[in-house]
């Protein structure tokens, strides 16, 4: 088992509130993403960051935002949560190097009311 | 652009029966890592196996073997000896250097 967490698992929150999703992993990777995943739909991706201080958004436009300040924990924000930003959102983590696999979290599922 | 087409939603299998999963993908770029996910239900998505591109042979794990066919740009999945914990949705992936893209998935159901 991968040792990358997320919370909460599921979040039911109304239109306009301030949304913050934890990532935390204990690996010590310098790689973390953020994914978007729809039911039936692939997964996209909407933020990462290879290390400390560093971020970028991914193909996905996304009204959320992302902050690094530690290696371990990449957190995710939303400042004015809408119906459309409903999903489920995937964190992951990798070692540095092409063939190194993603460790996924456990994904929160979120409803905007 | 880069895309991964896995055109089976959904699939079933008979316990201990093989099922084979497609997947397609397109990229211009000539280096690049391939990737089968597994997402059990309410569970982490896990890796299953992965192949590099530059490699001929095709990667097995225990049960689990591909078919790499890199002029196609095919990348198929066959699950031998299939078991209930195999139930799952099954993304392919592939990796280009800058990040990973992914398919929509295919649902496996093993049946008793």
């Known amino acids: 088992e991968a040792d990358i967490y997320q919370t909460p698992r599921y979040l039911v929150i109304g239109t306009g509130k301030k949304i913050t999703l934890e990532c935390s992993q204990t690996m010590g990777h310098d790689k973390m993403y953020w994914y978007q995943q729809d039911p039936g739909m692939e997964l996209h991706l909407i933020h990462y960051?290879?290390?400390?201080?560093?971020?970028e958004k991914g193909d996905l436009s996304s009204e959320s935002t992302v902050s690094r300040i530690r290696t371990e924990h990449f957190p995710l924000t939303l400042e004015s949560a809408r119906p459309s930003h409903t999903s489920q959102y995937l964190c992951?983590?990798?070692?540095?190097?092409?063939?190194?696999?993603?460790?996924f979290g456990d994904g929160t599922r979120l409803s905007i009311l | 652009a880069q895309t991964v087409t896995q055109s089976q939603p959904e699939m079933s299998v008979q316990e201990a029966e093989t099922v084979t999963l497609s997947c397609t993908y397109d990229?211009?770029?000539?280096?690049?890592?391939l990737f089968w996910y597994k997402q059990p239900p309410s569970r982490q998505m896990i890796l299953v196996i992965r192949?590099?591109?530059?490699?001929?042979q095709n990667a097995t794990e225990n049960r689990f073997s591909v078919n790499f066919q890199k002029a196609a740009k095919s990348f198929s999945l066959k699950i031998s000896d299939s078991q209930l914990g195999d139930t799952a949705m099954y993304f392919c992936a592939f990796w280009t250097g800058n990040q990973f893209y992914f398919g929509t998935g295919t649902s496996l159901t093993v049946i008793p």
């Open positions: 192949q590099e591109a530059y490699k001929q």
């Open positions: 990229t211009s770029e000539n280096n690049y890592y």
């Open positions: 992951a983590s990798s070692e540095p190097g092409p063939n190194q696999p993603q460790h």
């Open positions: 960051s290879y290390g400390v201080n560093s971020t």
